[in-house]
Nanobody, 125 residues
């Protein structure tokens, strides 16, 4: 069984930065896909970034501002978010699946079967 726990959310002003972390326990390997999603009330979860040991993917809305990384030795995944905008305000979730990150497929929340509880990010203008 895979257990994911996010941390690092908070409130910042536009232009600021936050760093989210996800601690993984269970059988997720570096070749498996892990991702960050976000969700606002009344909307579907939106894929933000995903990474396995050979590929890294970003949603167009965060390219150049967000950086996803993984440390297999520490069983952690991070999302460095710079130049934050009010539209980045959302609950952010860590996700994992026991297969690689297929281009395009990772954007769909149904691709993942393991989820954390979420951490709130609020960006004020």
């Amino acid at each position: 069984q895979v257990h994911l726990v996010e941390s690092g959310g908070g409130s910042v002003q536009a232009g600021g930065s936050l760093r989210l972390s996800c601690v993984v326990s269970g059988y997720i390997f570096s070749s498996d896909c892990m991702a960050w999603f976000r969700q606002t009330p009344g909307k579907k979860r939106e894929g933000v970034a995903a990474k396995d040991d050979s590929t890294t993917h970003y949603a167009d809305s965060v390219k150049g501002r967000f950086t996803i990384s993984r440390d297999s030795a520490k069983n952690t995944m991070t999302l460095q978010m710079n130049n934050l905008e009010p539209d980045d305000t959302a609950m952010y979730y860590c996700a994992a699946v026991r297969t690689n990150c297929m281009d395009g497929y990772w954007l769909n929340e149904l691709y993942f079967d393991n989820w954390g509880q979420g951490t709130q990010v609020t960006v004020s203008s």
